[in-house]
């Protein structure tokens, strides 16, 4: 019997529902690559490795590297490897991206996969991550409120909700309710400009959240939040607007006006 470790985020995932939308919504094809990240017990890794030509998974427990290398030892499609997964370089063959991650590191892999790897050219196809579902909404960005993450996430892709998913469906049970959401990721950024310092815009927008936008940036631009206000109205934004209400046009409007 292997006990859950807290701290590396093991909930398996036992809802055979669950991991049917899971599946279903990844639309694998025959000849798909899938990258699973943390594949615990192997409960998706079944069905990926039924649907895919080939499934690498990254897994850090060294007691559930053993338990995979003997479940799966007949399996010619499947490469398992010790490993953090954020430290592996991804291939640079096309791939797709299913898993239900370890909660504590939902930012730094939207990072490494998403934004790093679209950086470097190098991105999946699509991801889907089951993850705390208050993170999935802040992703999502309903009500057009977003925030560093949902802004980061649709400038490379277009989020998908898939459904929500209940304590009960994992064992042991989180304390959190979760979420799947897919991302399918475009080949261009929605803005056509310098990704690394659209980034830095992003950073000191959201520094103090309750503060208007004007605020924000007369703190970096040298400018005095009067000027920035006055530019605001001229590029038709709304001069008191704060970061979270900006649309992804807006923001490359801004970009143009102040950092070019
Ligand atoms: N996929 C399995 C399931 O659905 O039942 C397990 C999911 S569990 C939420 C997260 C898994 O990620 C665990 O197996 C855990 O050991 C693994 N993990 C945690 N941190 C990791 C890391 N940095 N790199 C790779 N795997 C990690």
């Given at each position: ?13 036992e ?35 039924d ?10 427990d ?13 399996r ?13 370089k ?16 939902t930012?730094?892999l ?45 400038m ?27 991302i ?25 959240k ?10 970096v ?22 970061a979270?209400a ?15």
């Amino acid at each position: 019997m292997i006990q859950a470790k807290k701290s590396l985020g093991q909930n398996f995932l036992e809802d055979e529902n669950t991991l049917l939308h899971i599946i279903e919504a990844a639309s694998l094809l025959p000849n798909d690559h899938v990258l699973e990240i943390g594949p615990g017990k192997g409960a998706l890794t079944d069905k990926l490795l039924d649907k895919a030509a080939q499934v690498t998974a990254l897994e850090l427990d060294e007691r559930l590297i053993s338990f995979l290398k003997k479940r799966y030892s007949g399996r010619k499609n499947f490469h398992l490897l010790h490993i953090d997964a954020l430290s592996y370089k991804p291939p640079s063959t096309t791939y797709k991206i299913v898993a239900n991650i370890p909660y504590y590191i939902t930012s730094p892999l939207l990072r490494h996969y998403l934004f790093e790897q679209f950086l470097d050219g190098n991105p999946p196809k699509s991801i889907i991550f089951m993850l705390q579902k208050e993170v999935a909404q802040k992703i999502m960005a309903k009500k057009a409120k977003h925030s560093l993450l949902s802004l980061q996430v649709h400038m490379f892709g277009e989020p998908k909700w898939i459904c929500s998913v209940e304590k009960r469906a994992f064992n042991p049970r989180p304390k959190v309710d979760s979420a799947v959401i897919k991302i399918n990721v475009n080949e261009k950024a929605k803005l056509d400009v310098d990704l690394k310092k659209l980034f830095w815009l992003f950073k000191v927008s959201f520094a103090q959240k309750r503060k208007k936008l004007s605020k924000n940036l007369s703190n970096v631009l040298n400018l005095q939040a009067n000027e920035i206000k006055e530019r605001l109205t001229k590029l038709g934004i709304n001069k008191d607007i704060r970061a979270e209400a900006l649309s992804i046009e807006e923001w490359g409007l801004i970009y143009e006006a102040f950092l070019t």
